[in-house]
């Protein structure tokens, strides 16, 4: 049939699935040629009729058919050219992808939390607003003591936060950027009860000159260990461990007596650098204060919860861990930590 070589013939020159969904409704659409045909069919006698009609079915299968293989082929079609245009020379050399690294002070915080983890120490962390009581009151430090200064804490006005305590209930009282990482001792201790070993990593703000060596924004550990028979032996035993694992077997740990408000003796401890050959002041320590104990008890009463901390003696350290990082890496000035300097950022890419 001339017609269907002709219908055919223009399937098979498509060029692509928008021109043969055009010629489908040319010929089988609701005005197509097909459609038109079958609906001339009743104004013929019946014996034409049916001839013309097995006629037109035929036709219309042909072309559903050849309709579908040139579809089929040229969706194929289009699949290889999009898959020409993405191809990979796996014999050309792969191209490096940039690798990041931790900031060397999230480098020495890990490796402080190793040391502590392997001596059986659990990593804690608490809020960096914090509430005046957690951060002063519940650390023997009364109103009148100079860290309340406002050149020494940043404290916050009218912001409308809500900060939570350790079980949940409202805050009470002025707001502040923690200026030391000693309120989640508290907030421990009132959600828990001894014995138990922590260390609290974490940032803290303080309203200082910077300077090489000062910033306002750095990074603390805190150490709490509370239960029964705890004395200055086991704190001794804790530096010391540090030490060694810091700075090999060389090294040894120096105490001397200084005032915190919260421990009771307190000490500055310093450990010996064998490679530098000279004594790190690395921070302070001493016994948990009993007023810290009778502070958190009362707190427990006040959410309803038993004392907990009556006949139990604990130690708490501290230490700067930009400084440690300082000395590991070489960096010569604390502020190059916050600078945003990709150069000085990159020498750390790689490590873990």
Known sequence: MRELEE????????QDLEALKALKARYLGKKGLITQEMKALASLPLE???????????????LEKALEEREKALEEEALRRDL???RLDVSLPGVGLFVGGLHPITLMEKALLEIFRALGYQAVTGPEVEGEFFNFDALNIPEHHPARD?????WLEDTGLRLKGPLGEEVEGRLLLRTHTSPMQVRYMVAHTP?????????VFRFEQTDATHEAVFHQLEGLVVGEGISMAHLKGAIYELAQALYGPES????????????EPGAQFAIWWPEGKKWLE???AGMVHPRVFQAVDAYRQKLGLPPAYQGVTGFAFGLGVERLAMLRYGIPDIRYFFGGRLKFLEQF???L
């Open 7 to 14: 219908a055919l013939a223009a399937i098979q020159s498509a």
């Open 282 to 284: 690395l921070g302070g």
């Open 349 to 351: 890419r790689g490590i």
């Open 252 to 263: 040894r740990v120096r105490f001397q007596p200084v005032y915190f408000p919260f421990v």
């Open 48 to 62: 034409e009729r049916r001839a013309r009609g097995q006629a037109l079915n035929a036709l219309k299968e042909a």
């Open 84 to 86: 020409e245009k993405e």
């Open 150 to 154: 406002m050149w020494d804490t940043f």
């Open 195 to 203: 014995p138990f070993r922590i260390v609290v990593p974490g940032r």
